[in-house]
């Protein structure tokens, strides 16, 4: 089966485009979650006043770093009755829209897959019937190739994990935890916070098995059609039954 994967800009009213448009050197990616969006914001030069400020409106600010490659913000918005009205006609047209959605220079930017070439062109049709639009290019996949993103929507890979076991996991990830070799200890970790080391190594195992479990649904899809075995998992099994 053939299926088609497009690349499209976008202008319209948003405060997104609109942000990315008053300072060209921004870039901002987002990702919809079930009521509100986590937007990541880029940017290689030194933060303006201005630009702070237009940040600040967007929502709430989750994370702020300035170092030698640039200002990296990321927040956690909530205008989701402005931006679902070009969702929803992607789904209309029988479009898989793959997140996240590119803010650069006054343009947002999309991609989508369809099984059928005239969706695209319908929905093309129908976006420039209102807004904007240039298609940037079209190209033919196999089923193969759908991208692993697409399966995996992170509201359901979060799904479950409370406030303070995805706070567990934020300062484990930020504080290099999970970095080889680690660059910090759980004792560490948990001087950096108000609880108990044991309370604070509860809340990062229940996150982390939280997000394996849900991912475990995805991680089936990825690797249904592979046929190796690069730890010989199956070899060892049929050796253990043979010896029994």
């Known amino acids: 089966m053939s299926l088609y994967e497009a690349s499209i800009r976008v202008k319209h009213e948003c405060p997104y485009r609109e942000i ?17 969006q986590v ?9 303006t006043d201005e630009l702070r400020d237009d940040i600040d409106h967007l929502g709430t600010v989750l994370h702020e770093s300035r170092n030698d490659d640039g200002y990296h913000v990321v927040t956690q918005s909530c205008l989701c009755s402005l931006e679902q009205s070009i969702i929803d006609r992607f789904e209309k047209h029988n479009c898989l829209y793959q997140s996240p959605t590119i803010y650069r220079q006054g343009w ?17 049709g129908d976006l420039r ?9 079209k190209t033919s996949i196999s089923e193969k190739q759908i991208p692993h993103s697409m399966l995996a929507p992170a509201n359901q890979l979060f799904e479950n994990v409370t406030d303070r076991q995805l706070a567990a996991l934020q300062l484990a990830l930020e504080r290099g935890y999970y970095e080889q070799p680690r660059n ?3 004792r560490d970790l948990a001087d950096q916070t108000a609880v108990a080391r044991s309370t604070y190594e509860e ?4 996150a982390e098995n939280k997000l394996l479990t849900n991912a475990g649904q995805f991680l089936r899809l990825v690797t249904a ?18 010896a029994d």
């Open 203 to 206: 809340h990062l195992r229940k």
């Open 39 to 47: 937007l990541e914001i880029t940017s290689e030069t030194t933060p």
């Open 225 to 242: 059609t592979s046929t190796g075995d690069p730890l010989q998992v199956e070899k060892t099994r049929r050796t253990e039954r043979a």
């Open 184 to 186: 910090t200890s759980l």
């Open 129 to 137: 019937s209102d807004r904007e639009i240039e298609l940037l290019s």
């Open 108 to 124: 947002e930017h999309y991609t989508v897959v369809a099984f059928d070439g005239e969706d695209i062109r319908e929905l093309l």
């Open 20 to 36: 990315s448009e008053r300072h060209p050197d921004l870039t901002v990616r987002e990702w919809p979650l079930s009521d509100c």
